[in-house]
């Protein structure tokens, strides 16, 4: 069974950077990655994607500030978030889509698993 947990959340100024963090278990290696997020009231929508080869999507709201990257020897997953503004305050979520699944995607539909998430609060 994925197990994914999430960590590196926190409170900062606008402006300011957080790199959030997502460790993998139990058979995460060569699956499609995302980064969600949430906020109250809010649907969940998709933020950044990783695809089996390393390749990255993002949501165009966060495309040259947020970067995804993994580390496969250490099962994680990263999200650098630079130039963070207020309405990036957000549940910040990881998730694994199932074997199957070749592309990235933002679409929350395509994950199979799911993190506890972790929270982003940026003040203006």
């Known amino acids: 069974q994925v197990q994914l947990v999430e960590s590196g959340g926190g409170s900062v100024q606008a402006g300011g950077s957080l790199r959030l963090s997502c460790a993998a278990s139990g058979g995460t290696d060569r699956r499609v990655m995302g980064w969600f997020r949430q906020a109250p009231g809010k649907k969940r929508e998709g933020v950044a994607g990783?695809?089996?080869?390393?390749?990255?999507i993002y949501a165009d709201s966060v495309k040259g500030r947020f970067t995804i990257s993994q580390d496969n020897a250490k099962n994680t997953l990263y999200l650098q978030m630079n130039s963070l503004k207020p309405e990036d305050t957000a549940m910040y979520y990881c998730?694994?889509?199932?074997?199957?699944?070749?592309?990235?995607?933002?679409?929350?539909?395509?994950?199979?698993?799911w993190g506890q998430g972790t929270q982003v609060t940026v003040s203006s």
């Open positions: 998730a694994a889509a199932a074997m199957s699944r070749a592309t990235a995607s933002l679409n929350p539909n395509v994950y199979a698993f």
């Open positions: 990783i695809d089996r080869d390393g390749r990255p």
